[in-house]
C-alpha cells in the first residue's frame, strides 16, 4: 500500500518553466517538473476572470433589487398615505390581514369643478373630449402640487371622482394631540382656498370661466384599504356623506360648511355667512358660506 506524504516546501520557478523544491531548512533537492509557468498563469486568469464576472454580476443583481424595491415604494406611496405605505412595507408576507383605522377627529372635504361635466360632453359631441381631459389633468395635477407645500401637512388627497376632487385632515396616526387638536381642519380650508386660486390661474391662461364648489364637514370616519391587486385607500362614515352633501347642495365659487364645523372654524378666526335653510337629503340644515373671493 502506498502513502503519499506532503510536507510544507519552498518553490522556485526556473527559467526553464521547472519548479526547484526545497525543503524549510533550504536542502536543496533535486529539480522536478511540476507545472509549466504558462500553464498556471492561463488557469489563475480564467479564474480571476470568472470570479470577477460573478461578483460583478451579483453586485448589480442586489442594485437592480434595491432600485426595484426603491420604485416599488415610490408607486405604494403615491397610491397610499405614508403611513399606510409603512404598514404594507413592515408586514410579514403571510400577513393578509384588512387594514383599518377608526379616528375620532377629521375634516373632509369635497371639491367639484363646477359645470365641467356639461363642458365635457359639449366638447365629446365635437370630438375634443381629449382635449377636455389634458385640461382637467392640468387642473388636478396643480391641486396636487399643493400638497407638496409644509403648509398642508396634515391634508391627504383620498381620490378624484371625475371632476371631484375628495382630501382629508387629521388622518395621520402620529399626530400631536394639543389644544390644537383642529389645526388640520384649518389647514384643509386653506388648502380650499389655495384650490380656488389655482383653478383661477389656470382660467386665466386657458381662456376658461371654471369655479370650485367645495364642501367640507367634520367628524368621526373609518380609513381602510380595499382591494389586492389595485388597493385603494379611502374613509367612510356619515361626516364623509355629510360633506359629500355640502358640495353638491353648494354654490359655485364658496365653501359651504354645516353649523358644528363653522363653530371649530370660528376659533380659529374664520369668518363665515348664514347661507339659510336648505333640505339635505331630506334634512332641513343651515350651512354658512365663506365669503365671496374676488372672481379675477
Known sequence: MNYLCCVQVWCILTNTGEAEIMDRTNTASHAVTVCTYPEVRTRWEATARLDFLWRLQAQQEVEDMREL????????????????????????????????????????????????????????IKHEGVDCLRLLNEIIAGFDELLEESYFHYVEKIKTIGSCYMAASGLAPDREVTMDEWNHLSELVLFALAMQETLKEINRHTAKNFQLRVGIAHGPVVAGVIGATKPQYDI???????????????????????????????????????????????????PYLFPQLNAE
Open 69 to 124: 424595491r426603491e420604485h416599488n415604494e415610490c408607486l405604494l406611496h403615491n397610491i397610499l398615505p405614508v403611513h399606510v405605505a409603512r404598514h404594507f412595507l413592515d408586514r410579514s408576507k403571510n400577513d393578509e390581514e384588512l387594514y383599518s383605522q377608526s379616528y375620532e377627529e377629521v375634516g373632509v372635504m369635497f371639491a367639484s369643478i363646477a359645470g365641467f361635466n356639461e363642458y365635457f360632453e359639449k366638447k365629446e
Open 236 to 286: 367612510w362614515g356619515s361626516t364623509v356623506n355629510l360633506a359629500s352633501r355640502m358640495d353638491s347642495t353648494g354654490v359655485s365659487g364658496r365653501i359651504q360648511v354645516p353649523e358644528a364645523t363653522r363653530k371649530i372654524l370660528a376659533e380659529w378666526g374664520f369668518v363665515l355667512e348664514l347661507r339659510g335653510e336648505i333640505f339635505v337629503k331630506g334634512v332641513r340644515e343651515s
